[in-house]
């Protein structure tokens, strides 16, 4: 499998077990943190790129980034509002109503959710009438969750900010930590705060993308810098343990391409793990993600997507075709990055979210306008950056078949398809 000399792997080491002995996974080049869009000011200033290149230990299995940013950096204030998915929402809604049946949660029952961002989650505790407290590092966002009326700290969760919070509030019945676990370099301690914060009884439910699922259907633009590690649910186990917790429960979830929720509890209660959690590890050890060797032949994968999408780019130009795209988030930033793609070939992106308007995505540089500029223009193609948002986003735009437009899904391979039915087209 590709892998780097032995000086440059030999300088990093595993974040879970200490390991020096990495591999090289898949290297997308060098870009931008890809959530730091810039202004019109920013445009004329350096950018600093860095090494998009993970890694998988030859001892634990776990993939990882380099922590080449500072999370206080990227977080402190951050661009990704999650109520502004209308679909995302709604997920956490259903997740909090089965949580509340499986944790038996009640009035006096306390959930505290690490990265709560702003609120999308926890509000649906608060309506229905549970005590609620997030644990969110970037003031903006945060503020927008107590603006909903959700008690949030503004902090990075360790074991002393995990400690501190029950020690205000009490143990928490049920601690969540959806979509984060893959953001924190320090595994260790950010487990070992989870552990601080759950009652002796309570649990813990952990949702991050599946690594099994980024490697079959080709999401590599779900690697980005503020992701340091990508798990299987055999990592997600060793990890687990590594803070007091013990995996007892795993769902296969849909969200962001395909996740594993994992449902844990503290070690000393010594619950078994379920049929589920044998059934998922039995599948990763199937496609050889119990071994090293199992992790290679995906770059070659990832090469076959860019040229495929660019060619589609090129041609579209050469025949007068207009292309822009719709959402700009951190997955679309390591595409286009990968790729190459700039306004020559995507003249601008749409988003909903107001913060990115007026903005540039990093590196690529390709301006940011509210939705209704698809409108006005009335584009031929419109290329879908946030393509695990595909049934959402194909009925939002089913009016561009009004004209004539058709969208574009880049992954897991090229597809043209027709707004509003999904119905695929010839490219």
């Not at 099994?212 to 259907?217: E, S």
């Not at 589609?312 to 930033?333: M, Q, R, T």
């Not at 700039?342 to 995505?361: C, E, F, I, Q, S």
Request: charged share 20%.
């Amino acid at each position: 499998m590709p892998t780097e000399t032995d000086a440059l792997d030999n300088k990093i080491i595993c974040r879970l077990c200490g390991s020096a002995d990495l591999a090289g996974f898949v290297d997308l080049g060098a870009t931008p943190p890809c959530e730091l869009f810039l202004t019109a000011e920013a445009l004329e200033a350096p950018e600093p790129t860095f090494p998009l290149h993970p890694r998988v230990c030859r001892s634990c299995l776990l993939v990882q980034l380099p922590p080449l940013i500072d999370p206080d950096e990227t977080f402190t204030e951050y661009a990704y509002f999650s109520s502004f998915s209308t679909s995302w929402v709604e997920h956490a809604r259903r997740f909090v109503t089965a949580a509340t049946e499986r944790a038996g949660l009640g009035p006096d029952s306390l959930v505290v959710e690490a990265a709560s961002n702003d609120g999308y989650l926890l509000q649906h505790v608060v309506a229905d009438g549970m005590r609620a407290v997030g644990v969110e590092p970037s003031a903006n966002v945060g503020a927008a969750a107590r603006e909903k009326g959700v008690p949030t700290i503004t902090a990075f969760l360790s074991p002393e900010t995990g400690a501190a919070v029950r020690e205000e509030h009490g143990p928490a019945a049920l601690v969540v930590a959806n979509n984060v676990y893959a953001h924190i370099p320090d595994v260790v301690g950010f487990t070992q705060g989870l552990r601080a914060m759950v009652a002796d009884d309570g649990w813990v439910s952990i949702e991050v993308q599946h690594l099994l699922t980024l490697m079959r259907l080709r999401q590599f633009d779900t690697i980005y810098h503020e992701h340091f590690q990508y798990y299987t649910l055999g990592t997600a186990q060793k990890a687990l343990r590594s803070g007091g917790l013990e995996l007892v429960d795993v769902e296969l979830v849909p969200t962001h391409g395909g996740s594993i929720r994992c449902w844990a509890r503290p070690a000393e209660l010594g619950t078994g793990a379920s049929q589920a959690v044998a059934d998922v590890l039995a599948e990763e050890a199937a496609a050889g993600l119990d071994t090293v060797e199992g992790h290679a032949g995906f770059a070659g994968e990832v090469s076959r997507i860019r040229n495929d999408l660019v060619r589609f780019l090129i041609e579209a130009a050469d025949a007068g075709k207009s292309v822009v795209g719709y959402g700009a988030p951190g997955k679309g930033n390591t595409l286009l990055n990968y790729c190459g793609i700039r306004p020559d070939l995507l003249a601008y992106t749409v988003d909903r979210n107001p913060y990115k308007h007026g903005r540039y995505t990093p590196g690529t540089r390709i301006p940011i306008h509210p939705p209704e500029r698809i409108d006005a223009d009335r584009p031929d193609y419109v290329l879908v950056l946030p393509w695990n948002l595909r049934e959402e986003i194909t009925a939002q735009l089913a009016h561009v078949a009004d004209w004539g437009g058709a969208l574009v899904y880049p992954i897991p391979s090229l597809q043209v398809v027709e707004p509003g039915s999904g119905k695929v087209l010839d490219p």
